[in-house]
């Protein structure tokens, strides 16, 4: 009796795949007009090299690692071509509070959804760094793309990243999408950081703020945080959001630090209709080496 219920039980997994099976396999062929639009991009990575035979700590490895963020937004015509902006940490580079510009150009395009694009970073103090080829592969009818490196001049020969983009609206779509839907509501802000400690350590650092934002862009809110071993962190925090109509924004994060006043600023870009964002703290001069912060709207 147990083996019929169990050939049953399998029988019924099997017809529910196959009933889901048509809509995993709905994308159609893609072509230059599927991946036109405009989109919130991320790049998280690290040129870490690492000897595992060194423990200074158990569990530890000694390394030697650039951490690598990039957030920005990049519009993709029809042609291929792309123009865009990003704000970018590597390691001790900071590229400021100014969004630096970047061009991109899709260079293959293949019906089954992947396909190759390069592009050259310009970067403050640094030589031209020109990727000259990124494997893409779209996703849900090019709503998504992901990404990786795959052959890199003039730069990092050991940075490696992977690469998201989400679509805050298509080429064809002439609504300005962040100033139809105002930013306000109870969002949850999540980041994670890397601070430096002094001239040789950093410590890694988690925090989640869920935040009330009103219609002006004002906000309060409460930091949850780890920083290294210091925890539990439960601290008040307010600010400012300013949100331009390409989606892209500023914030101003301000926490009390048992009665020190710290400010941070944080850059990014909003999508899915002002549900959610992807951010960065890049305060110069600032002891932060790493950042990265995504949030979504999970009230009114």
């Not at 870490?48 to 530890?60: A, I, M, R, S, T």
């Not at 293959?108 to 390069?118: H, L, R, S, V, Y």
């Not at 300005?176 to 410590?203: F, K, M, R, S, W």
Request: glycine share 12%; with cysteine.
């Amino acid at each position: 009796m147990k083996t019929k219920i169990t050939i049953f039980v399998v029988a019924g997994l099997l017809v529910c795949l196959g009933a889901a099976a048509p809509g995993a396999q709905a994308q159609g062929n893609c072509t230059m007009a599927t991946f036109s639009g405009t989109y919130a991009i991320y790049d998280r990575g690290s040129s870490l090299v690492g000897n595992l035979n060194e423990q200074p700590y158990q569990l530890h490895w000694s390394e030697a690692a650039a951490p690598f963020i990039a957030v920005g937004q990049v519009t993709f015509m029809p042609s291929g071509v792309g123009n865009g902006f990003y704000w970018m940490l590597l390691g001790s580079l900071n590229t400021g509070l100014e969004p630096v510009p970047v061009a991109v150009t899709i260079t293959e395009m293949n019906p089954d959804c992947t396909g190759k694009f390069t592009y050259s970073l310009n970067l403050p103090g640094a030589p031209v760094a020109t990727v000259v080829e990124e494997r893409f592969i779209l996703l849900d009818n090019g709503r998504e793309y992901r990404s990786v490196p795959t052959s890199i001049e003039n730069g990092i020969p050991t940075l490696t990243w992977l690469g998201t983009g989400r679509r805050i609206r298509k080429y064809s779509e002439t609504v300005n999408t962040c100033a139809a839907q105002p930013i306000h509501g109870t969002y949850l802000l999540q980041a994670e950081n890397i601070i430096a400690n002094d001239l040789v350590t950093a410590v890694y650092d988690t925090l989640l703020v869920p935040m009330d934002v009103s219609i002006t862009g004002a906000y309060t809110g409460t930091l949850y945080e780890k920083l290294g071993p210091i925890s539990p962190i439960e601290l008040p925090v307010w600010g400012t959001f300013t949100v331009n109509p390409d989606c892209s924004y500023s914030q101003v994060f301000e926490v009390d630090i048992y009665g020190v006043v710290a400010t941070i600023d944080i850059r990014g870009v909003f999508f899915n209709e002002g549900k959610e964002f992807y951010g960065m703290a890049i305060t110069p001069g600032g002891g932060i080496k790493y950042s990265f912060a995504q949030g979504k709207r999970i009230g009114p």
